[in-house]
């Protein structure tokens, strides 16, 4: 009996995982809805909550070995159909609504670009590299809309902004993914935890929050884009070091072959 038991109480825990995931879905419902009620602040506060649940599942998702646990269940995919839901189409809606982009059809458009790019990263099956990075500009589009928001963005620099970070979901840049990177990686937790404390202390202040507390915040964004260039050029640096390696090792070898040719008809004529 204790086998089944303990069976039984394994997939509990696994789809209590999956569960803890699915509620990101009712967290975007209600983005939206108070999106159009004009209430931001607690859209703001409501991607807090999602960023949490999407930075908690996968430990726990590991811990309890979901994916060995529940196989029938796909557990990446509900996390991605709720990562675009609140990552992308919320935010949209909230800029939209709340008057940050461009009167009219004009202000679809604009929001429309960055969730058509974001549908093409999340179909990407390189979209997340076996070494734990984010390919191109990973859809933080409710990061964007925070900092547009508590710093007041014109329509003019919320579109610039958008469509800037639309062209870098294209450009092949690893970005650190911060649970998984393994390259400084209790630092960039230690660093994200902080920057969630400060991300919260922002919206206490909302809407009239300390530059300084934005300012500080945003030193984690440039930690973060500094240390995925760095790694991103490091990757590549050392991918272009291997293969001048084995240009270098093949080229010996044809020399090598050359010679004991040469030296193989010389040989020969002497006989």
Same mark, same amino acid.
């Given at each position: ?6 069976? #039984? ?25 108070? #999106? ?19 930075? #908690?599942?996968? +430990?726990?998702?590991? =811990? +309890? =070995? ?31 609504? *709340? ?57 003019? *620099? ?11 979901? +294209? ?8 649970? =998984? ?18 991300? *919260? ?43 001048? #390696? ?26």
């Amino acid at each position: 009996m204790s086998a089944p038991q303990s069976g #039984s109480w394994q997939r509990l825990r696994a789809m209590s995982v999956h569960a803890y995931t699915a509620l990101g879905v009712v967290l975007a419902l209600l983005m939206v809805h108070m #999106s159009y009620a004009g209430e931001v602040e607690v859209v703001l506060w409501l991607f807090l909550a999602a960023m949490i649940i999407d930075g #908690s599942d996968g +430990f726990l998702a590991r =811990r +309890f =070995r979901v994916k060995e646990v529940v196989p029938g269940f796909d557990g990446a995919l509900l996390d991605n159909i709720i990562d675009y839901i609140t990552y992308a189409f919320a935010p949209m809606v909230l800029l939209w609504s *709340a008057g940050y982009l461009p009167g009219g059809w004009l202000g679809g458009v604009v929001a429309s670009v960055p969730l058509l790019a974001s549908c093409y990263q999340f179909c990407r099956s390189d979209a997340k590299t076996d070494d734990h990075f984010f390919v191109g500009f990973p859809s933080y589009w409710n990061i964007a809309a925070f900092y547009l928001i508590v710093l007041g963005a014109s329509t003019a *620099a919320t579109t610039t902004a958008l469509l800037v970070l639309t062209v870098l979901v +294209f450009v092949p840049i690893k970005y650190v993914y911060p649970s =998984r990177t393994e390259t400084a990686w209790w630092l960039t937790m230690t660093l994200t935890m902080l920057w969630l404390g400060l991300y *919260a202390l922002i919206l206490v202040q909302y809407p009239s929050p300390s530059l300084w507390l934005i300012a500080l915040s945003g030193g984690y964004m440039l930690y973060y884009v500094a240390l995925s260039l760095r790694l991103t050029l490091n990757r590549r640096n050392q991918i272009g070091g291997a293969a001048d #390696s084995a240009s270098a090792a093949d080229s010996s070898s044809a020399v090598g072959g050359d010679v004991a040719v040469r030296h193989c008809t010389h040989c020969a004529a002497e006989l």
